[in-house]
């Protein structure tokens, strides 16, 4: 590298490209270092701003005048480079921790082990439907730092994984939602579920008696966690079965939200989105974006108008008889459950990848009720295959995307679903879950 950085960025992925764009037009020193190769789109970027940065493995003295390190959530901080930072008294943070520092603007943030991805989407959607200048970012569309080093939004919706909660320290959630927390990406906390769950519940961290904390009081764990705590914050939750409290609720197929002595009500035959877990979050986008001034009739409005994103229980297509479903975004086992709950006709199951320490034991009544056949897309489905043999009549294995759509097709029967819902991370076989699920799509097209 030519000259020291005093921001070192690590990863060059969307993440940590947004972190670089956003400091070097700050008019901050800043120095790129990847362990992997980058790739042209992000190459091409940091070429374009005139940014320094190394690919495939990371230089001696790189921590050389260096006097903070803003880390891409998908390295781990038990790695090498990171474990080195901060014995050398370096801080490490998240780029949202970063790209909160350049903007003013109000946040609603979302976190959750399922959910987080649509119900980001619908508030979003819902803060364009009232004309609101706002962003989506974070763990969905475009890093939060690329976003602010670009202009200047006066509201964002923030999809926040685990991953990137754990490196933020000062960064304040004007509105925070917490969905579920169930087991997922148990390898990165130690296989302890007590310990992901704190990962989660950093989205209050900082939080005044002006801000608000949505959380589902359905969901057992939030439920144990949140009452344990003392919440100086306003709290609104929302439940299919417990009724009266501020937020929302269920009562005769029908939503009531009750927000700051104002009710409305929706009828849940009127949500884009169907299903039970749908509802759940319909129901967390609603009080979000009531609390942000929005009128009931907006909400009510992109509440029914939404169009589902892709890799989330997507139709991809219907072949003689035979549907084809695309939830490569189904990533831990609850996720696969609601996947798998929601059909109505026997299912060819196509599962497997990267394991994140899954008790499949969890899925056995839904399996046993849905599945006629499961088909393993993995490079290594042993666990899968103990798990479910004897439960499921069928297993076979597969090693591509376009052979798991052939064998399901083949084992299918008119009237069947073919269901794409891994339960397991991607990077075994594909790029990401996404590259997963166009990769389903596109051999679905070719039958």
Request: net charge negative.
């Amino acid at each position: 590298m030519n000259a020291q950085p005093h921001i070192l960025v690590l990863g060059a992925g969307e993440s940590g490209t947004g972190a670089a764009l956003l400091a070097k037009r700050r008019g901050m020193g800043v120095f790129v270092s990847d362990n992997r190769p980058v790739k042209p789109e992000y190459r091409a970027l940091l070429q374009q701003e005139g940014i320094d940065f190394e690919e495939g493995g990371h230089s001696a003295g790189l921590f050389d005048r260096v006097t903070e390190v803003v880390k891409s959530p998908g390295i781990p901080d038990t790695a090498p480079i990171v474990l080195q930072a901060a014995g050398a008294g370096i801080p490490v943070i998240s780029e949202i921790e970063f790209a909160a520092r350049f903007t003013d603007a109000q946040t609603v943030c979302i976190t959750g082990s399922n959910g987080k991805t649509t119900t980001t989407s619908l508030i979003w959607h819902i803060m364009q439907g009232a004309g609101m200048d706002a962003g989506l970012a974070g763990n969905v569309g475009n890093s939060f730092a690329r976003m602010v080093s670009e202009r200047h939004h006066s509201h964002y919706a923030l999809e926040l994984s685990s991953f990137q909660l754990d490196g933020m320290y000062s960064f304040r959630a004007g509105i925070a939602v917490l969905l579920n927390i169930t087991p997922d990406h148990l390898d990165r906390y130690d296989y302890n579920t007590e310990k992901y769950a704190a990962s989660k519940l950093r989205i209050i961290q900082n939080q005044t008696p002006s801000d608000s904390f949505i959380w589902c009081a359905d969901d057992e764990v939030s439920a144990r966690l949140t009452e344990q705590m003392e919440l100086k914050q306003q709290v609104y939750r929302y439940s299919l079965t417990q009724k009266g409290h501020e937020g929302a609720w269920m009562e005769n197929n029908t939503i009531v939200f009750n927000i700051k002595g104002e009710t409305f009500t929706m009828s849940i035959e009127e949500l884009a989105l169907q299903g039970k877990h749908n509802i759940h979050n319909s129901m967390a986008a609603g009080i979000a974006t009531k609390l942000l001034g929005i009128r009931k009739e907006t909400i009510r409005q992109c509440l029914s108008d939404f169009q589902n994103i892709e890799h989330r229980l997507e139709h991809v297509a219907n072949i003689h008889g035979i549907e084809f479903i695309n939830d490569s975004k189904a990533t831990n086992i609850n996720s696969a459950w609601w996947a798998l709950e929601s059909q109505q006709r026997p299912v060819i199951w196509i599962a497997g990848g990267v394991d994140k320490g899954n008790d499949y034991t969890k899925l056995y009544d839904v399996v046993k009720e849905k599945v006629k056949a499961l088909v393993c897309l993995g490079t290594d489905n042993q666990k899968l295959i103990d798990a479910f043999t004897g439960i499921i009549p069928v297993i076979t294995v597969t090693g591509t995307a376009r052979d798991a759509v052939n064998t399901s097709y083949y084992l299918a029967e008119d009237g069947d679903v073919v269901l794409l819902a891994p339960a397991c991370a991607s990077f075994d076989l594909f790029e990401n879950y996404e590259d997963r699920g166009r990769q389903f799509k596109a051999a679905v097209k070719e039958l």
